[in-house]
């Protein structure tokens, strides 16, 4: 007669399963809790303590750490030295393992949870049977995850579980008691940056394609889900989010963030194309709209106010990949609903953002860093130039602060009054971005008399604060900490022109 060690802490689906292979003729041994369901199923599976010889200890902590257990698990079915041990020490061999873990997941998410509960919730037999029935796969069904449970009976019943199949419920095994490890050790780990780095994510979806249609791609959460994530957020219609689209999305998250403000962002590539403030959203709108009408074209919108008619009608007016807002009226919800493909998301918005580190792949590993989560207020900004800023200038320099720190570097913005104008994004030369930001603004003005230039980073000569003046711009803003800053000053106070030192660098690779 087979065996099956069954040891769960989900019991979905538990009894069902036993009684599946009952059916096929395993004897069933096991624990705890689930030798309870087993016997008010009206199962009548062995005690783990009548295998061992030896009873449950410590609170449970120890119970299936033993050579009868390990042994049963571990023999080599093809070796008769293996199995004649096992006769040697009448022990039997066990060949299916139903086990899945304490939910250490579940216990560190709840808000009081203290370090002793926590610890008190980290497995250590299960991860040792599962292991060792997953290392002897070829003779052992090690199974973790109830969605497999129709599949492997399935596969005893028609007596094609194959050593293939063996080997993917052993592969699932590893990567299961991997991220449970990888849980724990990042949940003690105090250290920003350790010896050895070990997230672990969760599939959120199969993805159609990655950036292009001949690159296969997935979609992965953190293992502890984020609140303000885009994969958080409430698919209300359209069709599933892309690569690009997931992208941008979570750039346009990071940029909204900023701003307490009805404020409306517009994002294509990662890139701001317009950011709009105004006293209601649908004002907000028409000025992030009015920043770049032609960028928006396919692009991703957050608006960090509910949407009412009067915007949803002018969103729908043009053509917009994803909205992201925290509310829709019905009469909104239905206006954008009418077309099929928009993808319409719901989320609360925030404007705290949890510090955490964050990885980017390189070839061959990963560089890791803080979150930018630095903006400048009015007391952090300190004046250059003899001409000095008015209050209106710096105001603007502070909402221009926010969104430079979110353009591809190099990195330059000209705005007025809670409006982005021009965007200069990504240039190999600071001078480039800002012809291009300039050039930019006088498609949506031509006069700059009022707008301010920010720059994400420093100045390395006082080029660019020549062609601001020359094409009208009277307030500069930059973080300062170039060898050659005084050219820079000397050039803003030859034409009249206000030049702001930030003191904090923004770059954006």
Known sequence: MKRALLSVS????????AKGLVALGYELVSTGGTLKTLADAGLAPIPIDEVTGFPEMLDGRVKTLHPRVHAGLLARRDLAAHMDKLVEFDITPIDLVVVNLYPFKATIQKP????AQAIENIDIGGPSMLRSAAKNFASVLAVTDPIDYDTVLDKLQTQTADLAFHKYLAKKVFQHTAAYDALIAAYLTDEQFPEQLTPTFELFEPMRYGENPFQKAAAYRSAIPEAYSIFSSKI???????YNNIRDADAVLRMIAEFEAPTVVTVKHMNPAGIGQGETIEAAWDRAFAADPVSIFGGIVALNRPVDVATAEKMHDIFLEVIIAPEYSDAAYEILAQKKNLR??????????????????????????????THEELSDLKVVSKVQPTA???KTMVFAQKAVKHVKSNAIVVAKAGQTLGIGAGQPNRIDSVNYAIKNALKVTTDLSDAVLASDAFFPFDDSVAYAAEHGISAVVEPGGSIKDQASIDKADELGIVLVFSGNRHFRH
Do not use: M, N, W
């Open 112 to 115: 009081d949870v203290t370090e």
């Open 392 to 394: 209106e200038q710096l």
């Open 236 to 242: 209300l219609h359209g069709k599933q989010l892309s």
């Open 344 to 373: 319409i998301l719901q989320l609360p918005f925030t404007t705290d953002i949890p510090q955490k580190i964050e990885l980017t792949a390189v070839l061959g590993g990963v560089v890791a860093q803080e979150r930018d989560l």
């Open 10 to 17: 989900d019991k979905t689906g538990l009894v069902a399963f």
